[in-house]
Protein backbone atom coordinates (compact mmCIF):
# COMPACT_ATOMS: atom_id res chain seq x y z
CA UNK A 1 0.00 0.00 0.00
CA UNK A 2 1.21 3.66 -1.14
CA UNK A 3 0.81 5.41 2.14
CA UNK A 4 2.71 3.38 4.22
CA UNK A 5 5.85 3.36 1.92
CA UNK A 6 6.11 7.06 2.32
CA UNK A 7 8.27 9.33 3.49
CA UNK A 8 7.46 12.65 5.16
CA UNK A 9 9.25 15.63 5.84
CA UNK A 10 9.28 16.75 9.39
CA UNK A 11 7.20 20.01 8.57
CA UNK A 12 4.71 17.71 6.87
CA UNK A 13 4.60 15.29 10.08
CA UNK A 14 3.85 18.54 12.10
CA UNK A 15 0.97 19.64 9.64
CA UNK A 16 -0.18 16.15 10.04
CA UNK A 17 -0.33 16.34 13.39
CA UNK A 18 -1.13 19.50 14.35
CA UNK A 19 1.84 20.40 15.91
CA UNK A 20 5.60 22.39 15.82
CA UNK A 21 8.54 21.02 13.44
CA UNK A 22 11.34 21.62 15.95
CA UNK A 23 9.25 19.39 19.03
CA UNK A 24 9.53 16.71 16.39
CA UNK A 25 12.71 17.68 15.96
CA UNK A 26 13.17 17.31 19.87
CA UNK A 27 11.37 13.97 20.53
CA UNK A 28 13.20 12.33 17.42
CA UNK A 29 17.03 13.71 18.93
CA UNK A 30 15.77 12.58 22.69
CA UNK A 31 15.07 8.75 21.17
CA UNK A 32 10.99 9.28 21.63
CA UNK A 33 10.18 8.58 17.77
CA UNK A 34 11.26 4.86 17.01
CA UNK A 35 13.49 4.81 14.07
CA UNK A 36 14.58 8.08 14.33
CA UNK A 37 18.72 9.00 14.43
CA UNK A 38 19.29 11.19 17.29
CA UNK A 39 20.98 14.21 15.48
CA UNK A 40 20.34 14.64 11.69
CA UNK A 41 22.99 17.42 11.19
CA UNK A 42 22.28 20.78 10.14
CA UNK A 43 21.42 20.50 6.49
CA UNK A 44 19.75 17.06 6.60
CA UNK A 45 15.95 16.15 6.58
CA UNK A 46 14.33 13.77 8.41
CA UNK A 47 12.43 11.09 6.46
CA UNK A 48 9.18 9.93 8.84
CA UNK A 49 7.47 6.55 7.94
CA UNK A 50 3.54 6.72 8.25
CA UNK A 51 4.31 4.44 10.86
CA UNK A 52 6.04 7.48 12.59
CA UNK A 53 3.47 10.08 11.39
CA UNK A 54 0.87 8.34 13.36
CA UNK A 55 3.10 7.99 16.24
CA UNK A 56 3.83 11.80 16.47
CA UNK A 57 -0.06 12.50 15.65
CA UNK A 58 -1.18 10.31 18.49
CA UNK A 59 1.47 11.41 20.86
CA UNK A 60 0.70 14.86 19.85
CA UNK A 61 -3.31 14.47 21.32
CA UNK A 62 -2.04 12.32 24.46
CA UNK A 63 0.27 15.28 25.63
CA UNK A 64 -3.07 17.76 25.93
CA UNK A 65 -3.93 15.27 28.77
CA UNK A 66 -0.81 14.02 29.98
CA UNK A 67 2.48 16.05 30.82
CA UNK A 68 4.54 12.62 30.28
CA UNK A 69 6.19 13.06 26.58
CA UNK A 70 7.77 9.14 27.66
CA UNK A 71 4.21 8.01 28.26
CA UNK A 72 2.29 9.68 25.32
CA UNK A 73 4.73 8.29 23.13
CA UNK A 74 4.60 4.82 24.57
CA UNK A 75 0.78 4.61 24.30
CA UNK A 76 1.41 6.14 20.65
CA UNK A 77 3.49 3.49 19.45
CA UNK A 78 1.56 0.67 20.01
CA UNK A 79 -0.85 1.69 17.75
CA UNK A 80 1.52 2.66 15.21
CA UNK A 81 3.98 0.38 15.13
CA UNK A 82 2.09 -2.97 16.42
CA UNK A 83 -1.41 -4.68 14.83
CA UNK A 84 -2.03 -8.33 14.21
CA UNK A 85 -0.11 -10.60 12.06
CA UNK A 86 2.45 -7.66 11.94
CA UNK A 87 5.61 -6.72 13.95
CA UNK A 88 3.28 -7.78 17.07
CA UNK A 89 -0.14 -7.95 18.63
CA UNK A 90 -2.20 -6.23 20.88
CA UNK A 91 -5.38 -5.82 19.07
CA UNK A 92 -8.62 -7.74 19.79
CA UNK A 93 -10.59 -7.47 16.75
CA UNK A 94 -13.24 -10.36 16.05
CA UNK A 95 -11.61 -13.07 13.90
CA UNK A 96 -13.96 -13.21 11.07
CA UNK A 97 -12.48 -9.55 9.85
CA UNK A 98 -9.64 -8.51 8.44
CA UNK A 99 -6.48 -8.06 10.54
CA UNK A 100 -5.81 -4.37 11.68
CA UNK A 101 -2.60 -2.96 9.72
CA UNK A 102 0.10 -1.07 11.95
CA UNK A 103 -0.46 2.83 11.66
CA UNK A 104 -3.78 2.69 10.56
CA UNK A 105 -7.42 2.20 12.02
CA UNK A 106 -9.58 -1.03 11.38
CA UNK A 107 -11.57 -0.12 8.42
CA UNK A 108 -14.57 2.99 9.09
CA UNK A 109 -17.13 0.03 8.58
CA UNK A 110 -16.63 -1.54 11.14
CA UNK A 111 -16.50 1.32 13.78
CA UNK A 112 -14.18 3.06 15.97
CA UNK A 113 -10.26 2.28 16.50
CA UNK A 114 -9.72 3.38 19.84
CA UNK A 115 -6.69 3.72 21.75
CA UNK A 116 -6.84 2.54 25.58
CA UNK A 117 -4.07 4.09 27.87
CA UNK A 118 -3.44 3.15 31.56
CA UNK A 119 -0.79 4.01 34.25
CA UNK A 120 1.06 1.16 32.76
CA UNK A 121 -0.03 -0.18 29.83
CA UNK A 122 -2.45 0.22 26.23
CA UNK A 123 -4.47 -1.58 24.42
CA UNK A 124 -5.89 -1.16 21.04
CA UNK A 125 -10.07 -1.55 20.92
CA UNK A 126 -12.55 -1.90 18.33
CA UNK A 127 -16.13 -0.27 18.91
CA UNK A 128 -18.31 -1.66 17.22
CA UNK A 129 -21.01 -0.16 18.39
CA UNK A 130 -20.60 3.39 16.80
CA UNK A 131 -21.14 4.75 21.04
CA UNK A 132 -18.09 6.68 22.17
CA UNK A 133 -19.17 5.55 25.83
CA UNK A 134 -19.12 2.16 25.07
CA UNK A 135 -15.56 0.03 24.90
CA UNK A 136 -15.25 -2.60 27.49
CA UNK A 137 -18.26 -4.21 25.37
CA UNK A 138 -17.22 -8.21 24.03
CA UNK A 139 -13.60 -9.29 24.30
CA UNK A 140 -12.39 -5.56 23.64
CA UNK A 141 -10.96 -4.85 26.85
CA UNK A 142 -11.19 -7.76 28.87
CA UNK A 143 -10.56 -6.80 32.58
CA UNK A 144 -9.98 -3.16 32.42
CA UNK A 145 -8.10 -1.02 35.14
CA UNK A 146 -9.91 0.92 37.48
CA UNK A 147 -9.27 4.52 35.46
CA UNK A 148 -8.01 4.71 31.96
CA UNK A 149 -8.04 7.06 28.89
CA UNK A 150 -9.40 6.44 25.23
CA UNK A 151 -8.47 8.06 22.38
CA UNK A 152 -10.18 8.20 19.36
CA UNK A 153 -7.38 7.04 16.74
CA UNK A 154 -10.27 6.69 13.98
CA UNK A 155 -10.71 10.64 13.96
CA UNK A 156 -7.05 11.76 14.81
CA UNK A 157 -6.65 9.37 11.56
CA UNK A 158 -9.24 11.28 9.67
CA UNK A 159 -7.62 14.56 10.80
CA UNK A 160 -4.23 13.81 9.43
CA UNK A 161 -5.68 12.45 5.94
CA UNK A 162 -7.72 16.10 6.08
CA UNK A 163 -4.67 17.75 7.23
CA UNK A 164 -2.46 16.13 4.30
CA UNK A 165 -5.38 16.42 2.08
CA UNK A 166 -5.80 12.43 1.54
CA UNK A 167 -9.40 10.41 1.42
CA UNK A 168 -9.36 8.29 4.59
CA UNK A 169 -12.02 5.85 3.42
CA UNK A 170 -9.61 5.19 0.36
CA UNK A 171 -6.32 4.50 2.28
CA UNK A 172 -8.89 2.30 4.40
CA UNK A 173 -10.37 0.72 1.50
CA UNK A 174 -7.38 -0.19 -0.09
CA UNK A 175 -5.85 -1.46 3.11
CA UNK A 176 -9.04 -3.94 3.86
CA UNK A 177 -10.55 -5.05 0.43
CA UNK A 178 -12.16 -7.64 1.82
CA UNK A 179 -14.04 -5.24 4.29
CA UNK A 180 -14.45 -2.79 1.55
CA UNK A 181 -16.12 -5.07 -0.52
CA UNK A 182 -18.94 -5.78 2.51
Same mark, same amino acid.
Request: hydrophobic letters at 40%; glycine letters at 8%; one cysteine or more.
Given at each position: ??????????????????????????????? $??????? $???????????????? &??????????????????? @???????? !?? @?????????? +??????????????????????????????????QQ???????????? +????PA??????????? +???????? !??????? @???? &?????
Open positions: MDILNRTFTTYSVALAANCKPKNISDWCNVG $NVIGQRK $NVGTGNRRALSWFNLM &EVAIATEVLKITPSVQFAF @EAAQSFAH !LG @EGQTGSFDDA +ANDHEPRIPGLPWHHSRGHTLLAIWHDGSRVVLNFDPVTVTGGDNL +ADPPFVVVNVTRIFQ +AVCDRLAL !LPSEILD @EAYP &ETAKG
